[in-house]
């Protein structure tokens, strides 16, 4: 899968967006309050995948620097990752999100907007 392109949204840093050639649009939650779940998926109209990340232990870095995703904190470790397109489409080339919106087109000359993406 070639990722298009990822972007951090622009006040929340612990959310990420990438688009991809294979017509997927990911939301990569790593925020301190992304919900306890204790299976892999979640029930709902978007699918949700968990999955735990760990980085090498980082002794001299300042904590107050780290952010979420470079996190060593066992307790913060759950990324949610949400497709936000229904179905898979063509390609999709390019997106923007700005505060609870994302827009992004396709290959197959469509544009989607998404206007709640914190819901």
Known sequence: MDLWEVHFHPSNP???FT?????????????TDAPEKSSL????G???????HSISNQ????QSVISSWL???PAKDRIEITSLLPNRTL???SLDVLGPCLVCGTDAEAIYVTRQLFS
Do not use: K, M, Q, Y
Request: proline share 0%; glycine share 6%; aromatic share 14%.
């Open 19 to 31: 688009c991809s050639e294979d017509g997927s649009l990911w939301h990569w939650d790593a925020s």
């Open 41 to 44: 998926f979640h029930e709902g």
């Open 71 to 73: 996190s060593t904190d």
């Open 91 to 93: 390609s999709v080339n």
């Open 46 to 52: 978007r699918s949700s995948i968990f999955l735990f």
């Open 59 to 62: 002794a001299n870095v300042h």
């Open 14 to 16: 612990d959310h990420l």
